[in-house]
């Protein structure tokens, strides 16, 4: 295979040798190269294109792990057809040389160079001693996904995903020749079947949270959205509205639940067993084991945390809001609806301004037909934020971590719960998918209800 010249990075000057070393081929020298001796590296991946990568960074350092100003190149990669991408290497002497390539996601980065491991698969191998055109092969593997390089002697072992000592870098044809097949092809299973009032979910692969690079949120620490972790959800159902005053007065009747007890704030839904005035309404003011229990005598059970982003953000489509991209965010779910009172003169109450109308405070009947993800799903974005599964831990924390992808991750607790998506009383600026909040389990909120779901784990 002819050798494809890198793009370079623009306003980086291309010499003919650096040191000891020539720069990436496409630039200098006499056309016929057979009696030099140089490397012809190929590189395989089986990274999902565009939607994980679409950026190769190459570079050459020294031993000690040192580069130079003209020792890298930039490609573009999102094209499937250009793989694998090979380049050359001109070699002017027997000293050791590292290659390290870097495949990653342009958007998810703050610059053209990543500055972490988080959505990044990285390696870093030893050029063996070229004589004459000497061919190797690198091989970026998913399992290698945000593995980062420490240097300048470890690298993320393609193979297994282990980080360990860097090794020579392998002739053609020692990976096995599926290793770039597609990886997400594992992963990808049909939801078949779900039960009237709840939308079918596909398993699959997709990022939880956000890369640091890019995240905007400053919430605690323990509640920032990254590291971002790629994680595996199997095919689930779940509710496609909010749980009612309706169904829980259904329970009631049906002996299957007690009564929650009585709340004094005036944006409380439930009124009473007599009262079908708000049955339409989101079921609020309940604890975390309330919302388990209801959810369980059903059959049913609450959403994981994971689960609810990846039903959140439309599956693979990760998108920002559950409705897409438009940040038109008044008009898409109730939020800002807050009370002007004196007890809370920081009540965020824009949207209800907008547009001229007074609308209510107070979560709404229904929702909004707006809120919605391309399967139905409506409010995940606002209206009650939602009690989910797991116990809170920082995505930096033990229950987040493990083989990659995370497979349908659970995070246990009694104390301290996670809770998902915005509410009638929040602030814009914590309206997303990727947004996270936590309570009490014992706590009881008109900001906060819940949502069933079915099936692992």
């Known amino acids: 295979m002819a050798a494809r010249p890198l793009h370079q990075l623009k306003h980086v000057a291309v010499g003919c040798s650096i040191a000891a070393l020539s720069t990436l081929s496409g630039g200098c020298g006499p056309k016929d190269e057979s ?21 190769l960074l ?11 100003d003209d020792c890298f190149r930039l490609a573009a990669a999102s094209d499937a057809g250009r793989w694998p991408i090979s380049f050359g290497i001109k070699a ?15 958007a998810d980065q703050a610059g053209n160079v990543p500055q972490g491991p988080e959505g990044v698969v990285d390696l870093l191998t030893r050029l063996p001693r070229a004589e004459g055109l000497t061919r190797v092969e690198l091989l970026l593997s998913m399992k290698c996904y945000g593995v980062g390089v420490v240097l300048p002697f470890q690298s993320c072992d393609p193979t297994n995903g282990v980080l360990s000592t860097v090794s020579e870098a392998l002739p053609p044809g020692a990976y096995p020749p599926d290793a770039d097949a597609p990886w997400l092809a594992q992963y990808e299973e049909p939801c078949t079947e779900a039960p009237p009032g709840m939308a079918c979910i596909a398993g699959g692969v997709f990022r939880l949270g956000t890369p640091e690079a890019v995240s905007l949120a400053l919430p605690p620490a323990d509640l920032r959205p990254n590291p971002e972790r790629l994680t595996h959800v199997s095919p689930f159902a779940i509710d496609v509205e909010e749980f009612t005053v ?30 079908a005035d708000n049955d339409e309404f989101p079921l609020n003011c309940v604890d975390h084991s309330f919302a388990e229990a209801a959810c369980e005598v059903l059959g ?18 990760e998108t920002v809001y ?24 920081l009540a965020f109450t824009t949207c209800r301004y907008l547009p001229a109308e007074h609308l209510p405070p107070g979560p709404v009947e229904h929702g909004s037909a707006r809120d919605s993800t391309d399967l139905g799903v409506h409010n995940l974005g606002g209206n009650v934020a939602e009690w989910v599964l797991d116990a809170s831990q920082a995505y930096s924390g033990p229950c987040w971590g493990g083989p990659i992808p995370l497979n349908n991750p659970v995070c246990g607790g009694t104390a301290t719960f996670s809770v ?21 389990g014992t706590a009881t909120s008109a900001s906060i209800g819940f949502r069933c779901a079915l099936g692992r784990p």
């Open 246 to 275: 309706g169904d829980l007065r259904s329970l009631i009747a049906k002996g299957l639940v007690a009564a929650p007890p009585s709340n004094e704030d005036a944006f409380c839904a439930f009124l009473g067993t007599d009262s």
């Open 300 to 317: 049913k059970r609450l959403p994981t945390e994971a689960e609810w982003e990846y039903a959140a953000g439309n599956l693979d489509k």
């Open 420 to 440: 998902r998506g915005a509410s009638w009383s929040s602030s814009r600026d914590v309206v997303g998918v990727t947004v996270r909040d936590r309570f009490r």
């Open 92 to 106: 002017v002497d027997d000293r050791t040389w590292l290659l390290r390539a870097r495949l990653f996601r342009a």
């Open 322 to 345: 559950p409705w897409g991209m438009d940040n038109d965010i008044c008009g898409h779910a109730v939020v800002e609806r807050g009370a002007i009172s004196a007890s809370d003169p």
């Open 35 to 55: 009696a030099r001796a140089q490397w012809l590296v190929s590189v395989r991946t089986d990274v999902p294109l565009v939607r994980w990568g679409d950026r």
């Open 58 to 68: 190459i570079e050459v350092l020294d031993e000690d792990g040192n580069g130079c």
